[in-house]
């Protein structure tokens, strides 16, 4: 069997839409403030999708970044995942990816997990590339993307979820590094909790008559808008982002006798959902706000699977040989982080 080798990102990149929607604008469309946005989220803005930008337009201009970024190939890719919960049809958006991106043959699939999908992506990446090296030495690239189209589920005469949302996309090509490798990864779904936040009802049932198996032919189709119980959310997220940042630091130093510890992380990019949620984190593990990035949820809003490689170019090249977390949490409720340091 091979020695093991370093993985991690070799490249990274980001798309977001061009028109921003602002506190002072939603003002007009519901019954909130600028004040009330700004105490109980931090949002101050949010990018939204405009005509000819969409869940694909936005996935392929992040992923040719961070191609470009990480100076290969896009034919050596031979491993896609994109992370997304709002791309409502098929083909998959991976396929579509890989497409124009000109990848050939590659395992090309969608990871629907809440706002984790980009975790959930990274991990069978990176559990895929270790497979391909110790099973048959092979040193292979895949590419995570998380992208999501938020306005397109938010229902925007309801204030309670309106300004919370926006769109975006974040990628990260994985492959062989000399430094800046990813050292551990943990995922997990609570499905007790699924109820919470959903989108359902997407197609209504289209079978009418259960006896005659007559079907209906549906001529419009109603989108759904997600619908959350904010309150019961925010305490669920919380203790479980800390939990997980505590799990991927235990798994790390079980496979490896290891003994790092919190106080070891130089930096963590939780979930950009809330301020407060993403200040709780911080606290809760004993970092001072410079160590948690935020700039995500102030700027951006919570684009969902989408908002973890999001802030990972707010920080390009600042960070050399950190240790670093990313943690999030959301529908499902499935939840992960990945413990990794940064390229010296
Ligand atoms: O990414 C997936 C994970 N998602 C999350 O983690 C989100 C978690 N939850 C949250 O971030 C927060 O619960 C929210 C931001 C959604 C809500 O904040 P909150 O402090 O929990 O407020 P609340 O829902 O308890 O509402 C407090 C009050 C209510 O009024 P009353 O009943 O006290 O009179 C709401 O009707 O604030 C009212 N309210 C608003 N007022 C002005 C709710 N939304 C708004 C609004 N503008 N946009």
């Known amino acids: 069997m091979p020695e093991r080798i370093k993985i991690g990102y070799v490249g990274l990149g980001r798309y977001l839409p061009e028109n921003i929607l602002t506190n002072a604008r939603l003002e007009q469309i519901v019954d909130t403030s600028d004040e009330w946005i700004v105490q109980r989220t931090g949002i101050r803005t949010r990018r939204i999708m405009g005509p000819g930008e969409s869940l694909e337009s936005m996935a392929v201009a992040a992923a040719k970044s961070a191609i470009e970024n990480a100076g290969i190939d896009a034919r050596r890719i031979s491993v896609v995942r994109i992370g997304v919960n709002t791309h409502m049809r098929f083909p998959s958006l991976s396929s579509l990816v890989q497409e124009a991106l000109g990848i050939p043959d590659a395992s090309a699939a969608d990871i629907s997990a809440g706002c984790s999908s980009f975790i959930f992506s990274v991990e069978e990446i990176f559990n895929r590339l270790n497979f391909e090296w110790m099973a048959f030495g092979k040193k292979s690239y895949g590419l995570a993307v998380g992208t999501e189209g938020m306005s397109i589920v938010t229902d925007y005469s309801d204030r309670s979820t309106c300004v919370l949302f926006g769109d975006g996309a974040g990628a990260a090509v994985i492959g062989p590094v000399a430094s800046g490798e990813i050292l551990a990864t943990y995922t997990r779904t609570q499905g007790k909790y699924a109820g919470l936040l959903e989108l359902d009802k997407f197609m209504h049932v289209p079978l009418t008559d259960q006896r005659e198996m007559r079907f209906q032919r549906l001529e419009v189709t109603n989108y759904p808008y997600l619908r959350m119980e904010g309150p019961k959310v925010f305490a669920v997220a919380v203790r479980t982002m800390v939990s997980d940042v505590r799990m991927v630091i235990e798994r790390y130093n079980r496979a490896n006798g290891q003994q790092l510890t919190e106080a070891d992380i130089d930096y963590v990019y939780p979930h950009q959902a809330n301020l407060r949620i ?65 390229a010296e």
Do not use: C
Not at 306 to 333: C, M, Q, W
């Open 278 to 342: 993403v200040r709780a984190v911080g606290e809760a593990l004993k970092l001072t706000p410079d160590k948690v990035y935020s700039d995500g949820v102030k700027n951006y809003g919570n684009t969902s699977a989408a908002s973890i490689p999001i802030g990972y170019i707010d920080n390009l090249g600042k960070h050399r040989g950190n240790t670093e977390v990313d943690v999030a949490f959301g529908a499902g409720f499935a939840s992960g982080a990945i413990l990794r340091k940064v």
